[in-house]
């Protein structure tokens, strides 16, 4: 069964400080996306970052970026200059494209607080 | 103009009573979701729907019946509510293609049953 782990049930970064976030996952299918989802108080479920498993670079969004290492099956997600706003709950999903089942399977969260 | 709707956003109800929760996406989507949200925050698949046809049901009681009435439509409707049925649901849709693998999600709607 595919899973995702994420370790880490909260963190907390200084404003301005770089931050980074661990989730692993566990597959056999070699053809797979990677998310990481950001939930503020808000509620809504937004997404972060995006990585294809045949690419090997890196993505990055503005101050976002992942480092994927598909041999660990390891993908955790670095913010740079960490800002107020930053502070949420942050989810690691998994998706598996080719099977034709359609389920996002995601991990239990990380809670980033941000200090100023 | 929202991308996926849902509503109530907040549902109180009793044990025993039937409630529904409506979700429309209006992203042309072929694939929508719905996943629960537990005290925990863990989410947890319960029903995928591909061109209105049920593809996945994740061991969920027969109490929680989705309908499609369309591709752009995926409804809830839960029977004889629960105390542990209380809980954020959210529905997703997505289009399932390499170009364009991002769920986006509604608002969810807290469930709580008292």
């Known amino acids: 069964a595919q899973t995702v782990t994420q370790s880490q049930p909260e963190m907390s970064v200084q404003e301005a400080e770089t931050v980074t976030l661990s989730c692993t996952y566990d597959?056999?299918?070699?053809?797979?996306?990677l998310f990481w989802y950001k939930q503020p108080p808000s509620r809504q479920m937004i997404l972060v970052i995006r990585?294809?498993?045949?690419?090997?670079q890196n993505a990055t969004e503005n101050r976002f970026s992942v480092n994927f290492q598909k041999a660990a099956k390891s993908f955790s997600l670095k913010i740079s200059d960490s800002q107020l706003g930053d502070a949420a709950m942050y989810f690691c999903?998994?998706?598996?494209?080719?099977?034709?089942?359609?389920?996002?399977?995601f991990g239990t969260g990380t809670r980033l607080k941000v200090l100023a | 103009d929202t991308a996926v709707s849902q509503t109530p956003k907040y549902l109180v109800t009793q044990m025993g009573n039937d409630k529904s929760i409506k979700c429309e996406q209006n992203?042309?989507?072929?694939?929508m979701y719905w996943y629960k949200q537990d005290s925990k925050k863990f989410l947890k698949i319960m029903f995928s729907?591909?061109?209105?046809?049920?593809?996945i049901n994740e061991t969920v009681p027969n109490r929680f019946s989705p309908k499609s009435p369309d591709k752009a439509h995926l409804n809830l409707h839960i029977n004889s509510l629960e105390l542990g049925d209380s809980a954020v649901y959210f529905c997703?849709?997505?289009?399932?293609?390499?170009?364009?693998?991002?769920?986006?999600f509604g608002q969810g709607t807290r469930l709580t049953v008292v």
């Open positions: 999903a998994w998706l598996l494209l080719t099977s034709g089942t359609y389920k996002y399977i």
């Open positions: 597959t056999s299918e070699s053809d797979y996306y």
């Open positions: 990585q294809e498993a045949y690419k090997q």
């Open positions: 992203l042309g989507h072929d694939t």
């Open positions: 729907y591909n061109n209105k046809e049920l593809i």
């Open positions: 997703a849709s997505s289009q399932g293609i390499r170009s364009n693998t991002e769920a986006f």
